[in-house]
């Protein structure tokens, strides 16, 4: 029977996806909202009939990516926007301006530099590599990933952690909540020794109540309504605001960093209006997955709501230098990656040719079993494998090196003609 030689010689990536270069925010969080809905409609049982064989989703504030290996690009392409579709209620309009489809090495290209910051809101922001492993980690626990998504995502990662250790990209201050709070410090002072509300308790929360006591602020208040408050500040030197204790911490509070994950708005306009009233204008970072405000509070004049939007406006210009550094680690690493998958593609064929000797061996073997008995025909079969690994090295070492030169077609018409091996190309449908 023929090897399907084409399923192995080509890279069966595609990435659907859009971020904050070519969406807006709020239908971002529109296709934020619907992403878990997205995933298992994408990634189920179903999933074969359409040519999928696995995925990952990311979904953050600022992006919304499906990464998917398929055998049949044009009809799992389509089934993937239609998915989206369906489930968000944008229209076909808006997302055929947003969604952008790439294939093969461009989607390895993209996650290397997403995983390392390089295509965020703000460059190098610390989060997005926590965000990717969340993504991938969850894929593995629905077990929707393939042995490609495997390595791609492992070494997306990896390479983030040398980005980050190799330059200034990671370094303090460039993460999304490092800037709100640059920001609040220009218009307002220094918030170090005063007492500030954080909305949640989730990863992010975890994030912001690291960047505020970096800056010295450690009189930090956490509400949840989920009441996670209190298990969250035993072990991260916080203070639990219990359920009717928000309004009073409000008042008190020089600054409100809203990073809750709830749906339904945490801060109304008549909550401002009694704990604000005459008080110096709050400052509120909302930096949510969803915004936990209301969506007058934003008109109000008690506060100033610091939100993505603002952030992205006042991010500061990054060094050059730091970037060309990280785009020359993340393009070395994606070409190793490269090389390995082109590697991997010949794997085939040099399984089929040992294959083929093997067979020879083992009927060599059993005749000797036969006349001979098991003690002689394992020694047999031990030289003759030592005797034919020692052969097949140089052929099997010579595979890979020809399919980085374009010459793997050679090779496959050699092992045809010498062994009489077939390896069936198909194409993609």
Known sequence: MPLNWGYYSRVALVLI????HNLSLAKLEILEHRASDVRKHLFNSSSSE?????????STCNRFEVYFDTEKFHGAVDHVIEVIREISGLTEVELNQALQVSSGMEVVQHLFA???GLES???????????????????????STTPLLEQLFQRALANSKVVTHSTGLGAAGRSIVDVGLTIVQDRYGEIAGKPVVVLGTGAYARVVVAALQRRGCHDISVYSSSGRAHQFSQSHNTKEIAGDGLAKAIAQAVLVVACSDNLNPVIEV????????????LPIIDVGLTSNLMPEVKGMAEVDVIDLEVIRENAPQEYGAEIFQAHEIVQQAVREFDNEQLGRSMDPAVAAMRS???IFIDLEVQGVREKSGDEIAAQVEHSLRRVTNALLHTPSVRA??????????????????????DLEITKDV
């Open 356 to 358: 083929h000797v093997g």
């Open 114 to 116: 997403v995983s390392a």
């Open 17 to 20: 996806g859009a971020s904050h």
């Open 121 to 143: 809101m703000i460059i190098g922001e610390a989060e997005i590599s926590g965000q990717v492993r969340n993504s991938f980690k969850l894929a593995q626990k629905e077990k």
């Open 400 to 421: 890979r090196t020809l399919i980085r030169s374009g010459d793997q077609n050679d090779y496959r018409q050699a092992l045809q003609v010498l062994f009489g091996i």
């Open 270 to 281: 008549a909550l401002v209006k009694a704990v604000r009233n005459g008080k110096q204008i």
């Open 50 to 58: 359409h040519g999928i064989n696995g995925g990952v989703l990311i």
